[in-house]
């Protein structure tokens, strides 16, 4: 069974220090979203790749956090330097799109089972 | 700009009651809409999805839900709980009508949980 895998569960970490967390998408799907999930805010939309390409990052602190797709197998979000409140359990997802056809329409996002970060 | 609002942060039912998960929607484009389950330590798992065809819309695991333009609502149902059913719920909308960008907005879930 296919599934979206998301390294490592979980990571402690000091404030300042950087964060890498990595995605490993459905093998075929072309479309990577980040969210991130707390209490206060719920789930947000942090970014979203589609064919390697960032779409949308516009959730995203641009001072501290950044995503990329070095390859179709991987997606990384870092964060430098890591503060408390990005605290947070971090879930990325993969699905099928097309530029007319958006991949939560014809198939449904594939989540992984999330990276929870605790900056202390 | 679309938004789902779920009512009830938490809901508590008895096994083999009535399941009834109320969500909101607003959006300025005709809507496609979700209902996600989330279990404890996991990512979410589509239940159901309505895009634009029946507005009754049968899911996994007994599962289904009612558009009502009118109402503005995409209540999820299930006749008789089961004690497995206990997770989180997520209604959610797309972002964005058509093009390339099809991402969702999530409400902020309900916890569900079913008594013996």
């Not at chain 1, 490993?24 to 206060?40: D, E, K």
């Not at chain 1, 390409?53 to 979000?77: H, I, N, Q, V």
């Not at chain 2, 279990?39 to 029946?54: C, E, F, I, V, W």
Request: aromatic share 10%.
């Amino acid at each position: 069974d296919a599934r979206v895998t998301q390294t490592p569960r979980h990571k402690v970490t000091e404030m300042g220090q950087e964060v890498t967390m990595r995605c490993q998408p459905i093998l075929g799907h072309n479309t990577v979203f980040w969210y991130r999930q707390t209490m206060m805010q719920g789930l947000e939309l942090l970014a979203y790749f589609r064919n390697r390409a960032p779409l949308d990052d516009s959730g995203m602190p641009k001072d501290r956090f950044s995503a990329e797709m070095p390859d179709a197998t991987l997606a990384t979000l870092k964060i430098q330097p890591s503060e408390p409140r990005d605290s947070a359990v971090y879930f990325c997802a993969s699905g099928l799109g097309t530029d007319t056809v958006p991949s939560s329409y014809n198939s449904p996002l594939h989540f992984g089972n999330g990276t929870r970060l605790t900056v202390t | 700009a679309q938004s789902v609002t779920q009512l009830g942060s938490h809901v508590s039912v008895s096994e083999g009651a009535l399941v009834l998960l109320r969500c909101n929607y607003s959006s300025s484009v005709p809507p496609y809409l979700f209902w996600y389950v989330q279990y404890p330590n996991q990512g979410l798992q589509l239940l159901l999805k309505y895009t634009s065809a029946a507005t009754l819309v049968k899911g996994i695991n007994g599962f289904e839900a009612e558009f009502k333009k009118s109402e503005t609502s995409f209540h999820l149902t299930k006749p008789s709980a089961h004690m497995s059913d206990a997770a989180e719920y997520f209604c959610a909308v797309s972002r964005h009508y058509g093009g390339s960008q099809g991402n969702l907005i999530f409400g902020k879930g309900t916890k569900l949980s079913v008594k013996p």
